[in-house]
């Protein structure tokens, strides 16, 4: 018989670790286990009263555990004799990664054998009374290391200490912000990664973000290109360092490194992650840390709580994109951030759980990847704004979903869910699609087996993934990043002055001014046009 599953623990892994070799732990959550004593390292002699259809028998055997790796893996042998009834073996390979810092994922599987009067039970039988033991041993495991992560000397023992010394690095100056022009993928960031990890181990002081003069003239869009754009205004270097530092101190994103793999939350849950302008303005400097971090070799991007991004913080617009000028040196924070996130030479893994829109659509749409959860919600509602969709943001849509698809969500605005997002090309994969929920056997159901249900998490199969691709060459992947960025996001014959022209032009509209109005006093916009 074999069989493999998963759980999901609020805890951290070396909280679950530690419970998992803790001999008190284990006889509580194996069921019918009337003792476990140790009698050497990893070996234990154990006393267990088990059922299985109609037999009913206390097995005496040992327990011993093997293959050991901290705090990643182990396997576990069980073998024991229940005299009349037969004989029970099982091997049980139990590996955990750590989802988030306090939130774990055990996955385990189990080849088990009988032989005596239970082999004549048949499989089903057999098959249905291991997967309830799993079960209850889950469930009754679980309550134990839920004790154990409300204890606080365990968890802040649990948190990994790479956090620290990244916020570190971070909390000295402040972010390498890109110009207007930047390219899709820059050759320093991805063609050279080496180089860009030798830099040094603190970040530059900042060059401060660029605002472009075609902002001047927004319902005047000219029929011609414009002259090259110059940089005519910034944003004082101090005041980019305290929002920066402003989002870093308070949270709002927060990073966490473990396995070489670095998750970077955003952090408003109750805003639905709505990105503020200073959270624009730090994640260029987040990301140029973390190409910099060697221990890094994959980034997973990702929100708090229920959300990945409902976009833009719009709130806040009155007060940092209320007018063209305004406007304009907003999505050119917009446009460093999601360039540092398209430039990073490492894989990065967007994982959308709830509602991915507008801005949160831009930021996932500049990962490589998008694991989507079966709750994921997307849309651009720029229409719903009157704000036209950025460039670099719309090419990234029409490269991912084709022209047509792309159209359909802009000027639609409509919200589409994870199998419509599958579909067109929006995300790679959603969680648990395609595995079918197996109906619970006749035993199963006798014996009150709980139905094993579709698993549904993105971040699990987004940070399995992520790992694996953190085996691979770094050169390799930041190469072809390179290239492959460079061709799907070119900007071909497009009309850059005429495109921002025209984005800027529906800035200053009376249009926007009525969507914002309308999204303050939660009713629906009339827009004229103009
Ligand atoms: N900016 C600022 N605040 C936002 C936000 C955003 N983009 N999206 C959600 N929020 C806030 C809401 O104002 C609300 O705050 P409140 O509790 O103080 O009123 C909170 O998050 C929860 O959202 P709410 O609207 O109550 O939840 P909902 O389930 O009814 O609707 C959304 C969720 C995401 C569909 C809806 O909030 C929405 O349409 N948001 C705007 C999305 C958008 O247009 N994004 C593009 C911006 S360019």
Redesign the pocket.
């Given at each position: 018989m074999e069989m493999v599953g998963e759980a999901r623990l609020e805890a951290a892994r070396e909280v679950v670790w530690e419970a998992l070799n803790d001999p008190a732990v284990l006889q509580a959550s194996i069921p019918g286990c009337e003792s476990l004593e140790s009698t050497a390292k990893n070996e234990f002699t154990a006393t267990v009263v088990s059922r299985v259809g109609p037999i009913k028998a206390r097995f005496a055997g040992k327990v011993s555990l093997s293959n050991i790796a901290p705090p990643r893996s182990y396997t576990l042998t069980g073998e024991g004799s229940g005299g009349a009834a037969g004989f029970a073996r099982a091997d049980i390979e139990v590996s955990l990664d750590a989802l988030e810092p306090t939130v774990t994922l055990l996955r385990y599987g189990v080849k088990a054998n009988v032989g005596g009067k239970l082999a004549q039970l048949g499989s089903r039988m057999i098959d249905a009374a291991a997967r309830k033991s799993a079960d209850d041993f889950f469930e009754l495991f679980r309550k134990q290391v839920d004790g154990r992560a409300s204890d606080s000397t365990s968890l802040s023992a649990a948190q990994p200490a790479g956090m620290h010394a990244f916020m570190q690095e971070l909390s000295v100056p402040v972010a390498e912000v890109a110009t207007v022009e930047a390219p899709a993928a820059t050759p320093a960031a991805a063609a050279a990664p080496a180089a860009a990890n030798a830099k040094a181990s603190t970040l530059e002081a900042a060059p401060t973000p660029t605002v472009p003069e075609r902002a001047a003239a927004p319902r005047d869009i000219p029929a011609q290109p414009a002259p090259v754009l110059t940089p005519v205004s910034q944003v004082p270097a101090a005041e980019a360092q305290a929002e920066v530092m402003d989002v870093l101190t308070s949270e709002k994103i927060k990073v966490w490194i473990s396995d070489q793999v670095a998750v970077v939350t955003l952090n408003r849950p109750?805003?639905?992650n709505?990105m503020t302008y200073g959270m624009w303005l730090a994640m260029p400097s987040i990301m140029a840390a973390l190409d910099r971090n060697p221990e890094v070799r994959a980034v997973i991007l990702t929100g708090a709580g229920a959300?990945f991004c409902?976009?833009?913080?719009?709130?806040?617009f009155e007060q940092v994109r209320a007018d063209v000028a305004q406007a304009t040196t907003y999505e050119v924070a917009v446009d460093a951030c999601c360039d540092a996130i398209v430039n990073i030479s490492k894989p990065t893994v967007a994982v959308l759980r709830g509602?991915c829109?507008?801005?949160?659509a831009h930021l996932a749409m500049s990962c490589d990847f998008r694991f989507a959860g079966q709750d994921a919600?997307m849309g651009?509602?720029?229409a719903?704004?009157s704000?036209i969709y950025g460039v670099k943001g719309t090419r990234k849509l029409l490269s991912l979903v084709g022209l047509s698809e792309a159209k359909k969500i802009l000027y639609g605005g409509q919200?589409f869910d994870a199998t419509h997002a599958l579909r067109i090309g929006f995300v790679d994969q959603v969680a648990g699609l395609g595995v079918v929920a197996s109906g619970r056997s006749f035993w199963e159901r006798l014996i009150g087996a709980k139905q094993q249900v579709a698993k549904s998490d993105p971040m699990a199969e987004a940070r399995a993934f992520a790992t694996s691709l953190a085996g691979n060459a770094p050169l390799t992947m930041a190469g072809a990043k390179y290239l492959l960025n460079g061709m799907a996001m070119g900007t071909g014959a497009l009309d850059l002055v005429r495109s921002e022209a025209l984005i800027a032009a529906a800035a200053a509209s009376e249009d926007y001014r009525e969507g914002r109005a309308a999204?303050g006093e939660?009713r629906s916009p009339k827009f004229q046009g103009r």
């Amino acid at each position: 018989m074999e069989m493999v599953g998963e759980a999901r623990l609020e805890a951290a892994r070396e909280v679950v670790w530690e419970a998992l070799n803790d001999p008190a732990v284990l006889q509580a959550s194996i069921p019918g286990c009337e003792s476990l004593e140790s009698t050497a390292k990893n070996e234990f002699t154990a006393t267990v009263v088990s059922r299985v259809g109609p037999i009913k028998a206390r097995f005496a055997g040992k327990v011993s555990l093997s293959n050991i790796a901290p705090p990643r893996s182990y396997t576990l042998t069980g073998e024991g004799s229940g005299g009349a009834a037969g004989f029970a073996r099982a091997d049980i390979e139990v590996s955990l990664d750590a989802l988030e810092p306090t939130v774990t994922l055990l996955r385990y599987g189990v080849k088990a054998n009988v032989g005596g009067k239970l082999a004549q039970l048949g499989s089903r039988m057999i098959d249905a009374a291991a997967r309830k033991s799993a079960d209850d041993f889950f469930e009754l495991f679980r309550k134990q290391v839920d004790g154990r992560a409300s204890d606080s000397t365990s968890l802040s023992a649990a948190q990994p200490a790479g956090m620290h010394a990244f916020m570190q690095e971070l909390s000295v100056p402040v972010a390498e912000v890109a110009t207007v022009e930047a390219p899709a993928a820059t050759p320093a960031a991805a063609a050279a990664p080496a180089a860009a990890n030798a830099k040094a181990s603190t970040l530059e002081a900042a060059p401060t973000p660029t605002v472009p003069e075609r902002a001047a003239a927004p319902r005047d869009i000219p029929a011609q290109p414009a002259p090259v754009l110059t940089p005519v205004s910034q944003v004082p270097a101090a005041e980019a360092q305290a929002e920066v530092m402003d989002v870093l101190t308070s949270e709002k994103i927060k990073v966490w490194i473990s396995d070489q793999v670095a998750v970077v939350t955003l952090n408003r849950p109750g805003s639905r992650n709505a990105m503020t302008y200073g959270m624009w303005l730090a994640m260029p400097s987040i990301m140029a840390a973390l190409d910099r971090n060697p221990e890094v070799r994959a980034v997973i991007l990702t929100g708090a709580g229920a959300d990945f991004c409902a976009g833009a913080d719009i709130a806040e617009f009155e007060q940092v994109r209320a007018d063209v000028a305004q406007a304009t040196t907003y999505e050119v924070a917009v446009d460093a951030c999601c360039d540092a996130i398209v430039n990073i030479s490492k894989p990065t893994v967007a994982v959308l759980r709830g509602y991915c829109l507008g801005g949160g659509a831009h930021l996932a749409m500049s990962c490589d990847f998008r694991f989507a959860g079966q709750d994921a919600m997307m849309g651009i509602p720029a229409a719903r704004l009157s704000i036209i969709y950025g460039v670099k943001g719309t090419r990234k849509l029409l490269s991912l979903v084709g022209l047509s698809e792309a159209k359909k969500i802009l000027y639609g605005g409509q919200r589409f869910d994870a199998t419509h997002a599958l579909r067109i090309g929006f995300v790679d994969q959603v969680a648990g699609l395609g595995v079918v929920a197996s109906g619970r056997s006749f035993w199963e159901r006798l014996i009150g087996a709980k139905q094993q249900v579709a698993k549904s998490d993105p971040m699990a199969e987004a940070r399995a993934f992520a790992t694996s691709l953190a085996g691979n060459a770094p050169l390799t992947m930041a190469g072809a990043k390179y290239l492959l960025n460079g061709m799907a996001m070119g900007t071909g014959a497009l009309d850059l002055v005429r495109s921002e022209a025209l984005i800027a032009a529906a800035a200053a509209s009376e249009d926007y001014r009525e969507g914002r109005a309308a999204f303050g006093e939660k009713r629906s916009p009339k827009f004229q046009g103009r």
